[in-house]
Nanobody, 129 residues
């Protein structure tokens, strides 16, 4: 069973950058789909980005709202996934969660909460204008 711990959140002004980290322990996640979600008060938890690793290639996918601004990456040797966030705006303010899907299958696009098995505790990102 994987345990996920996020870090790197904080406060930043609009236009600034942050890099979030998600460290996994208990089990390596090289065969997992790793995702980032975020949730603002009163709103549904929404998909941000995901990354998979297969046959030596990295596969990534982003929500339209962050595409071109955010970059997801993973370091399998460190069991860590990152979310580089650039050009932040106040709408990016949320608690950001790292998630892992233990048994990836092509039948799912891994953009919904129910597609994931493990979750981190979340890290707050606040963007001021």
């Amino acid at each position: 069973q994987a345990q996920l711990v996020e870090s790197g959140g904080g406060a930043v002004q609009a236009g600034g950058s942050l890099r979030l980290s998600c460290a996994a322990s208990g089990r390596t996640f090289s065969n997992y789909i790793m995702g980032w979600f975020r949730q603002s008060p009163g709103k549904e938890r929404e998909f941000v980005a995901r990354v998979g690793w297969h046959s030596g290639y990295t596969f990534t996918y982003y929500a339209d709202s962050v595409k071109g601004r955010f970059t997801i990456a993973r370091d399998n040797a460190k069991n860590t996934v990152y979310l580089q966030m650039n050009s932040l705006n106040p709408e990016d303010t949320a608690v950001y969660y790292c998630a892992a899907a233990a048994s990836p299958t092509s039948s799912r696009d891994y953009t919904r909460e129910r597609h994931y098995d493990y979750w981190g505790q979340g890290t707050q990102v606040t963007v001021s204008s």
